[in-house]
């Protein structure tokens, strides 16, 4: 975009900033998406009740960062988990239609706004898909070849804690998992990352 775009930017837009406060709530599930959100500032926890009434987490956001996107313009804009914020923040909320209007003003906007919805999508998808497997360890496979960084390693976006939630299993269950993969001699992890120590054996459980 010229320089002179980006002076104008929000100039072009019905926007307003909202200061957050840990445990609010931002976007509540099945409400109408009639708004562009944008987190400027903190983290959200984004969660889904199923059927059954459970709480199944979906993923963090963490800013800066547009979330929801690929809800703004569909036929059917409505929400499908309930967006909470973990820690203070800061957020930026764009009407619809001047958000329509600017985006097709710009070519290389909306071509950034079709690939940030796109990634949305695909982070959904991934989610869905752990829990598509049964076992502990099929899901932590199915993980960490989505985090992988080269042949042998991956780096998880996760802490312990994080990963159990994401993986809707016990944080003991998990640990106890890991233990066993680590001493089987499938995996060496160390902080954040682990060496794939056995791909194809890996590779059998997915």
Do not use: W
């Not at 329509?100 to 989610?127: H, M, Q, Y």
């Amino acid at each position: 975009m010229t320089d002179e775009f980006k002076e104008n930017l929000l100039d072009k837009l019905d926007y307003s900033v909202y200061t957050l406060k840990k445990g609010d709530t931002v976007i509540r599930q099945d409400t109408v998406c009639n708004h562009m959100y944008i987190l400027l500032e903190g983290n959200l926890v984004v969660n889904i009740v199923d059927v059954s009434g459970n709480n199944v987490k979906v993923e963090n956001i963490v800013a800066p960062r547009a979330f929801a996107t690929p809800h703004l313009f569909s036929g059917n804009n409505i929400f499908p988990a309930t967006f909470t914020a973990v820690e203070d923040g800061l957020l930026l909320k764009a009407g619809r239609d001047s958000v329509f209007d600017l985006i097709s003003s710009e070519p290389g906007l909306l071509k950034n706004f079709l690939r940030i919805s796109g990634n949305c999508t695909a982070c959904t998808v991934s989610r869905l898909r752990i829990l598509s497997y049964k076992s502990i360890r099929s899901r932590f496979i199915y993980y960490l070849f989505d985090h992988k960084r080269d042949n042998n390693r991956a780096v998880m976006d996760h802490n312990q804690t994080q990963l159990a939630e994401y993986m809707s299993v016990t944080r003991p269950a998990l640990a106890n998992e890991l233990k066993k993969m680590t001493d089987e001699g499938l995996i060496k992890i160390d902080g954040k990352q682990v060496e794939l120590l056995a791909p194809v054996l890996l590779l059998k459980y997915i």
